[in-house]
C-alpha cells in the first residue's frame, strides 16, 4: 500500500519550540540554537498502526495575536499542531487566539488538532498547569499532550496523536473511495 501523504502544520507563538519538536522528529536530535523560522518543510515516513504516512511538516514564523494567517496555512493541510510553552502565560494566550483565527479561516468547526504544551523539562518555571491546557484540549475537542523536544518527551506521541485525530476526523475516506465503485 502507498504510503498516505498527510500535511501538517505547526504553529504558536515565537520560541516555545515548534522547530524543536520538529527538528527532533525529524532527525532525532535537539537544536539549541534558535533563529526565528521564516517557514520551513520538513519531509518524514512514519508508520502509525501499520500503514505508512509521508509526512509534510510545515514549521510555521511563530505567530503572535495579530499575525495575518497565510491562506497557505489553510490550503491542503490535514491536521494542526498548536504548540506552546508551559513556562509561558503569553502563548497559552496566543495559542487561544490562534486556534479562533484557524477555525475563521477554515470554516469549519471540527478540524484536526492536537495541542501541546511544550518545555516541560523547565519545571521550575512552569506556570501552566497539565489540567489547564488539557481543559482547553477537551474545550475544543482536540488531543492533548506534553512534551520536552530537549529531552525528546512524547515528540513521536505529538505526531501520531496528529495523524490518529486527522483519520478518526477523514473516516478513511481513501479506503471508501477505493472500495466503493470497482465493478
Known amino acids: 500500500m502507498p504510503p498516505k501523504q498527510r ?16 527538528i527532533q522528529f525529524v532527525e532525532g536530535q535537539f537544536v539549541d540554537s534558535y533563529d526565528p ?9 512514519f508508520k502509525v498502526r501499520g500503514q505508512d504516512f509521508q509526512l509534510q511538516l510545515v514549521d510555521t ?28 502565560n503569553k502563548s497559552f494566550e496566543v495559542i487561544k487566539v490562534i486556534h479562533e483565527k484557524l ?3 477554515i470554516g469549519k468547526v471540527q478540524v484536526p ?6 518545555k516541560t523539562d523547565l ?19 482536540a488531543g492533548f499532550l506534553e512534551s520536552s523536544a ?9 505526531f501520531k496523536k496528529v495523524l490518529l485525530e486527522i483519520e478518526k476526523q477523514d473516516g478513511n475516506p481513501e479506503q471508501g473511495k477505493s472500495d466503493c465503485c470497482i465493478l
Open 113 to 118: 488538532i492536537v495541542l501541546v504544551g511544550n
Open 37 to 45: 523560522t521564516i517557514e520551513n518543510t520538513f519531509t518524514k515516513t
Open 150 to 158: 530537549k529531552e525528546n518527551e512524547s515528540v513521536m506521541d505529538v
Open 7 to 22: 500535511k501538517i502544520a505547526l504553529m504558536g507563538f515565537r520560541s516555545v519550540g515548534k522547530s524543536s519538536l520538529t
Open 61 to 88: 514564523a511563530g505567530q503572535d495575536e495579530y499575525s495575518i494567517f497565510p491562506q497557505s496555512y489553510t490550503v491542503d493541510i490535514h491536521g494542526y499542531v498548536l504548540v506552546y510553552s508551559v513556562t509561558s
Open 123 to 141: 519545571h521550575m518555571e512552569r506556570v501552566i498547569s497539565s489540567e489547564v491546557g488539557k481543559n482547553l484540549a477537551d474545550s475544543w475537542k
Open 103 to 105: 477555525l475563521d479561516m
